[in-house]
């Protein structure tokens, strides 16, 4: 079956760095774009990053552009979140998606905090 699951999170002082992963299995992650979302107390889930199939065709939130950077490894079958600059305002639980289906991780918590 699909599984996907995300680690990395942690609490970290502003202007810190984290890296977030999700480990996948159960279908063919080289065809099929992912997603990272987050989600905040009490906010709606948002879209973070996307990264295409097969190329390196990348989309980023605005909040986060220039601080965040999606990337896959095909072999490993994980897509990653590199954080970096992190804000108090990035405190969430963050979750994978694959693209165009309803497949979701059960998410990483990430706090920032002083």
């Known amino acids: 079956q699909v599984q996907l699951v995300e680690s990395g999170g942690g609490v970290v002082e502003p202007g810190g760095s984290l890296r977030l992963s999700c480990v996948t299995s159960g279908f063919t992650f080289s065809n099929v774009g992912m997603f990272w979302y987050r989600q905040a107390p009490g906010e709606e889930r948002e879209m973070v990053a996307r990264?295409?199939?097969?190329?390196?065709?990348?989309w980023y939130a605005d909040s986060v552009k220039g601080r965040f950077t999606i990337s896959r490894d095909n072999a490993q079958n994980t897509v990653f979140l590199q954080m970096n600059n992190l804000k108090p305002e990035d405190t969430a639980v963050y979750y994978c998606k694959i693209r165009n289906t309803n497949y979701w991780g059960l998410g990483t918590r990430v706090t920032v905090s002083a």
């Open positions: 990264i295409d199939s097969s190329s390196p065709n990348t």
